[in-house]
């Protein structure tokens, strides 16, 4: 099993942080200059109303989720990470998104089962997937799924990681990595300043 997270964020930008517990108005306007087009990464930005509306409704949804699982969220919405290095994220970097972006690994043993909750592909990826049940792509038991870290491990010991084997038909434009969400930011700053 892959012991580490991987935080991918906007090069110049403070880490750890989420675009939904700004205001609307301070998040839309953040979209505006984080938008770069033609970036795989952050281009997702180019309608910041609608990106916004999607993403506090699957965040809604995996809160939901999350506390029927025995989750114990320290914040309303989460903090995004990748579990492992992110094949797919290598492979369509293109310079434009290379050039603006830094990433962070985060061992994985920081954060109790109660902090960290995973879905695969991209929450809203999965949910999308989900909601449409193209039987091309969608996956009985993972799209549109909440798991917790006990459940993606026994995932990944039985399938692997996504991109090393999983057979699956999700569009190359669209992440194809198992994202993780964690839920107590105060375990980030704390090892994240013990470093600086």
Not at 70 to 77: D, K
Not at 81 to 91: I, P, Q, T
Not at 119 to 145: I, N, R, W
Request: some cysteine; glycine content about 6%; hydrophobic content about 40%.
């Amino acid at each position: 099993m892959v012991d580490y997270l991987v935080h991918y964020y906007r090069r110049g930008c403070e880490p750890f942080q989420s675009l939904t517990e700004l205001p609307d108005a301070e998040a839309i306007r953040l979209m505006h200059e984080l938008y770069v087009e033609g970036s795989i990464f952050w281009e997702r930005f180019k309608e910041p109303k609608d990106y916004l509306s999607a993403r506090k409704a699957v965040e809604a949804w995996m809160y939901g989720e999350f506390l029927a699982q025995g989750g114990e969220p320290r914040m309303s919405r989460p903090i995004y990470m990748v579990l492992g290095r992110s094949r797919w994220a290598e492979s369509v970097m293109d310079p434009v998104t290379a050039a603006t972006t830094a990433e962070i690994e985060v061992p994985l043993s920081l954060f109790r089962e109660s902090d960290v909750s995973f879905t695969y592909p991209d929450s809203m990826v999965s949910m999308m997937v989900a909601a449409a049940k193209d039987p091309a792509l969608f996956q009985e038991g993972y799209h549109g799924e909440l798991f917790t870290l006990e459940r993606i491990r026994e995932v990944v010991e039985r399938k692997g990681m996504p991109e090393e084997g999983w057979q699956t038909n999700v569009p190359r434009s669209l992440a194809h990595y198992i994202e993780a969400q964690v839920w107590n930011r105060a375990v980030l700053w704390e090892w994240y300043r013990a470093r600086c």
